[in-house]
């Protein structure tokens, strides 16, 4: 029997600025039950949500570098809306 869902894994991909490998990986989710209450204001979550955790540092193992991380939408040259609206509408 084929089942009508599938199961999302939060991931992270990125490219070596060096060797030009590109990396495609899962990252952790923290469960919101795990938080206290404290940490739930302060994130400005809801007990339904879930937090994905990305690392501050990625290594190429090729190249055996270490670089510092930025989110996708602090890049400058991107605008997030178009880029999202592309992959939205790809129906490829």
């Given amino acids: 029997m084929i089942q009508n869902q ?4 939060p991931a992270v ?3 070596c600025p060096k060797c030009g490998r590109g990396y495609f990986e899962s990252v952790v989710t ?3 039950s795990e938080l206290d ?3 739930l204001i302060e994130l400005n979550i809801g007990p339904n ?8 540092h990625v290594m190429c193992k090729h190249c055996d570098l270490t670089f510092d ?3 996708f939408d602090e890049r400058e040259d ?3 809306e178009d880029y999202l609206g592309d992959c939205i509408n790809d129906n490829s």
């Avoid at 599938?6 to 894994?9: D, G, R, T, Y």
């Avoid at 949500?49 to 501050?56: A, E, H, N, R, S």
């Fill in 6 to 9: 599938v199961e999302l894994i």
């Fill in 37 to 39: 209450s404290t940490d």
């Fill in 13 to 15: 991909s990125w490219g």
């Fill in 78 to 80: 991107v605008d997030v």
């Fill in 30 to 32: 923290q469960i919101i």
């Fill in 69 to 71: 991380t930025m989110y």
């Fill in 49 to 56: 949500d879930f937090v994905i955790l990305v690392p501050d």
